[in-house]
């Protein structure tokens, strides 16, 4: 018996639909295996980004390494110029937070009106508080914090005095002194009669200075 379907339900090239069937069915039977291959291919392209990053962390470092500076770059600011003291007239007192300072006067002392090689500078010198760091209720006030300036030369107290001139009553070369207290007298300078004095500096170890102009 032969049996066969109407013309109009039978399959065109049968031939080719059973071989299309045939390559299906085979790719079809290792799921897993495509799958695995797939992972495996994402997994790497994974990898080798991780690799590519990490290579490029390390060159930063290693960069910053050689330079021994992060590649932000801070340009250094200028130094800050010290301040020259405030200039006074002589007869001017200055005022500062623990202590307070009068020049009355300066001069080369004179003998038949002629000027020696003594510069005095009269001073007076006050207590108002204690600074810090002071030790005993008591504050230290000392000759060798002033200086004469003659424009080529900075003379000290140490300097060598080559006028024989009576000296009125000296400033104390280190006194010690209670808040309220003031202490006055003449700081004797050796400087050549032809020179002239330019400015009168003072300066404390507590951070206080000035100037005075003859």
């Known amino acids: 018996m032969n049996l066969q379907l109407p013309s109009a339900r039978r399959l065109r090239e049968p031939d080719r ?20 291959r797939l992972a495996v291919n994402a997994t790497t392209a994974a990898a080798v980004t991780i690799t ?9 470092h290693d960069q910053q390494r050689l330079t021994g500076a992060p590649s932000a770059t801070v340009s250094p600011q200028p130094a800050t ?13 200055v005022t500062f937070p623990d202590i307070v300072v009068t020049v ?18 009269f001073v007076t010198t006050c207590v108002r ?12 006030l000392r000759a060798d914090s002033w200086t004469v300036e003659t424009g080529s030369a900075t003379i000290t107290i140490d300097d060598p005095i080559r006028a024989r001139v009576p000296l009125p009553t000296t400033y104390p070369f280190d006194g010690s ?5 003031c202490v006055s007298g003449v700081i004797p ?3 050549g009669s032809a020179a002239t004095v330019r400015s009168i500096d003072y300066a404390n170890p507590f951070g206080d200075n000035a100037s005075w102009t003859p």
């Open 129 to 140: 508080s204690l600074p810090p760091g002071s030790r005993n209720g008591r504050v230290h």
């Open 52 to 60: 590519v990053t990490i290579l490029g962390i390390s060159t930063v």
């Open 177 to 181: 002194y209670k808040p309220g207290q």
């Open 81 to 93: 110029p010290m301040r020259p003291p405030a200039s006074h007239l002589v007869g001017t007192t």
């Open 104 to 121: 009355s006067s300066a001069d080369h002392v004179r003998v038949n009106n002629d000027p020696t090689d003594l510069y005095t500078v």
């Open 189 to 191: 300078f050796g400087v």
């Open 17 to 36: 639909i059973v071989d299309r069937i045939l390559a299906e069915s085979a790719a079809t039977r290792r799921p897993g295996r495509n799958r695995l």
